[in-house]
């Protein structure tokens, strides 16, 4: 992380990112586009307004939205039943334009679990208790705000973006990670797979904490699916005893 940055709000930094992507656009085979900064925004001002205050021992950095999580929520991996039932967070949510027909949004109304999101808030329900208890040494956001839809419905990730499209939205992202980084003052960056991982240390070029990398919770991992808390709990095991 090269440089200083001005001290921003976690509030501020998001729009300014949700003002860097906006305007980007995106061709085939993505035909759409969600931003969940814009439809469910009041969604996550308030998970950043009641859980982002103060610094962090550390942050869960995750991918960009999945299509039932924070595309539904506005929050990262924001399994609605979650959402509200362990953060306690309500709000109205819009929806995309386009909407795809095949990935509608219906906010907190959504019945359909977002099985990343469930396992990771699952792990900090239960090795944590309380989200007050979980958020005094851990803050949980994504890399990239926005979610890709191809034709059929499928999911594509940002690091599958022509070099075109990545190099924008990556940059836009890169900035706003090493502010949040600045404001959180952490001192572990977790990537939740991969590719989070690798987009860290870009990012934080020259930041003295320590990028690590625990496996995702996507249930298309074989490894996740035989227990991701356990993963997690050795991901973690450098840093907490539980």
């Known amino acids: 992380m ?9 509030t501020t930094i998001s729009l300014r990112l949700r003002a860097a992507v906006t305007p980007l656009t995106f061709g085939p085979p ?44 506005g929050i990262p991996f924001g399994d609605t039943r979650i959402v509200r039932d362990w953060l306690g967070l309500e709000g109205a949510v819009g929806r995309p334009d386009p909407e795809h027909p095949r990935r509608p949004v219906h906010g907190l109304d959504c019945t359909r679990r977002e099985v990343s999101g469930r396992r990771l808030w699952g792990w900090a329900r239960d090795r944590f208790g309380t989200p007050e208890h979980f958020f005094q040494r851990f803050f949980v956001i994504n890399y990239c705000p926005l979610s890709f839809m191809e034709e059929g419905g499928r ?11 990545r190099e924008p939205l990556f940059a836009a992202c890169d900035e706003a990670l090493a502010r949040m980084v600045g404001v959180l003052s952490p001192a572990v960056v977790m990537g939740v797979g991969r590719f989070a991982e690798k987009r860290a240390r870009v990012a934080l070029a020259g930041w003295e ?17 035989r227990g991701w808390d356990r993963l997690m709990d050795q991901a973690m095991k450098p840093w907490l005893a539980l």
């Open 30 to 73: 993505v035909t759409h586009v969600y931003n969940p900064l814009h439809y469910a925004w009041t969604l996550h001002r308030s998970y950043l307004s009641r859980y982002g205050a103060g610094t962090r021992e550390f942050i869960l950095l995750g991918m960009n939205p999945g299509p039932w999580g924070m595309a539904q929520s």
């Open 155 to 165: 999911n594509r990730t940002p690091d599958k973006l022509p070099a075109a499209e």
């Open 2 to 10: 090269t440089g200083l940055m001005p001290v921003m709000t976690l």
């Open 209 to 225: 904490g320590e990028i690590a990398c625990a496996p995702h919770p996507s249930p298309a991992s074989p490894l996740a699916n």
